[in-house]
């Protein structure tokens, strides 16, 4: 994933025979040809024998921080019922109910399960709370295991302001994000005309235009439902990704291809909801630059598994098992505007993950096997 690298041998960066040296907090120090100078001295050595390392996985669109169990909604849902956003309340009521210890457990255990499966850097929503106290608990926990953490508050209207939805707004832009500021680097908004939970155009502006002025990143849900106008706002914003991407039309392609705005799709959403997949060809022939990430959430999509994602790419979005590797960790790194993760290069954090197999194909080709775990320094 550094194509860069004087000994590369391909378009994202491969090296065969390589070896490499970890620091501290697994910076590498060092990556090049095994046979070659091995650059800094090592306290420790492993030989991985043959195996691939790629990496750690880039998780740039999560919800992690939740209580309570939506299994019988997926479950309907294998049987026909639709996805509108209406059982977001039930985990708001949960996560409202559950204690700071609570929730840290069940964060950490969730952060642990995606760690095992080889994901670095993971980013973080707010967003089951929609309430001040709530929302700044969350992401308070969140911010005690990443620094990307986003400020959902405009997730969905919650119950109680169902008929006085301006006033949701302007506390979402205004206290509720003056709190949130001290915990977050991103905003983000569900912008979905499919839902009556989720924000309008307009609601979904106001939200991010005052997230913008308050020194947040932008973000944005978009056309996870239908078509709708998520894509074109989060281009017109200058947003750093629009998430979900599912119904687009050939003019949110275009606007896509002409602006900045990583696309980041979660194929994950498409097989919990039987909605049909994106079309990330059209996408990528278009030069758009693309991420893969789970949206790990009670709802959509209750998968911590960055593999299980990139199989589903190479599936049923047709990417390459290059394109999808790429996608899931320098694309979501893109995504998050940074540049020294989701790389292996000298000074480049956030790990690596190695794949139990001799190439990162297995990934899509053995789908379901555990075959990526991270490979860290610490004890
Ligand atoms: O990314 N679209 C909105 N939010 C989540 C789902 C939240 C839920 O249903 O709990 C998503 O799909
Ligand atoms: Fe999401």
Same mark, same amino acid.
């Given at each position: 994933m550094d194509p860069e690298h004087p000994d590369t041998e391909d378009a994202v960066g491969t *090296? &065969?025979?390589? +070896? *490499?040296? *970890?620091g501290p907090d697994d910076q590498v120090l060092w990556v090049g040809r095994a046979a070659a100078d091995h650059g800094p001295d090592a306290d420790h050595h492993l030989d991985l024998g043959g195996r691939a390392v790629v990496p750690a996985f880039v998780d740039s669109h999560t919800h992690l921080v939740f209580a309570g169990d939506r299994s019988a909604e997926f479950e309907a849902r294998m049987s026909g019922a639709a996805y509108d956003g209406g059982g977001i309340a039930s985990t708001v009521a949960a996560t409202r109910a559950a204690t700071d210890d609570e929730l840290r457990r069940?964060?950490?255990? #969730?952060?642990? !399960? %995606? #760690? /095992?499966?080889?994901?670095?850097?993971? !980013?973080?929503?707010s967003g089951y709370g929609l309430d001040m106290a709530t929302e700044t608990r969350l992401l308070r926990l969140a911010r005690e295991v990443t620094g990307e953490v986003t400020f959902l508050g405009g997730h969905v209207v919650p119950p109680e302001y169902r008929s006085c939805r301006g006033d949701y707004v302007d506390l979402v832009t205004g206290p509720m994000l003056a709190a949130a500021a001290a915990y977050a680097r991103w905003v983000d908004v569900f912008c979905e005309p499919h839902s009556p939970y989720a924000f309008t155009e307009d609601e979904a502006r106001a939200i991010l235009v005052a997230g913008r002025a308050a020194g947040l990143g932008l973000r944005v849900h978009g056309n996870q439902l239908g078509a709708g106008p998520g894509v074109r706002l989060a281009v017109e914003l200058d947003a750093a990704s629009v998430d979900h991407c599912t119904y687009l039309t050939a003019a949110d392609v275009d606007a896509l291809a002409g602006g900045s705005t990583v696309a980041t799709l979660l194929p994950g959403v498409e097989f919990s909801t039987r909605h049909p997949y994106p079309d990330a060809r059209a996408l990528l022939d278009a030069g758009v630059r693309i991420a893969l990430a789970t949206d790990c959430n =009670?709802?959509?999509?209750?998968? $911590? $598994? %960055? =593999?299980?994602?990139i199989a589903l790419a190479v599936r049923e979005l047709r990417l390459t098992p290059q394109e999808a590797l790429w996608a899931a960790t320098r694309g979501a790194a893109d995504s998050l505007g940074r540049d020294d993760i989701g790389r292996i290069a000298v000074a480049a954090r956030g790990g690596v993950t190695?794949? /139990?197999? =001799? $190439? &990162? #194909? &297995?990934? +899509?080709y053995r789908a379901g096997v555990p075959l990526a775990r991270r490979l860290t320094t610490a004890p």
């Open positions: *090296l &065969h025979d390589a +070896a *490499l040296v *970890l069940l964060l950490a255990d #969730r952060v642990a !399960e %995606m #760690r /095992d499966q080889g994901t670095g850097v993971v !980013e973080i929503k =009670p709802g959509t999509c209750f998968t $911590s $598994s %960055m =593999p299980f994602v190695v794949i /139990d197999a =001799p $190439s &990162h #194909r &297995h990934l +899509a």
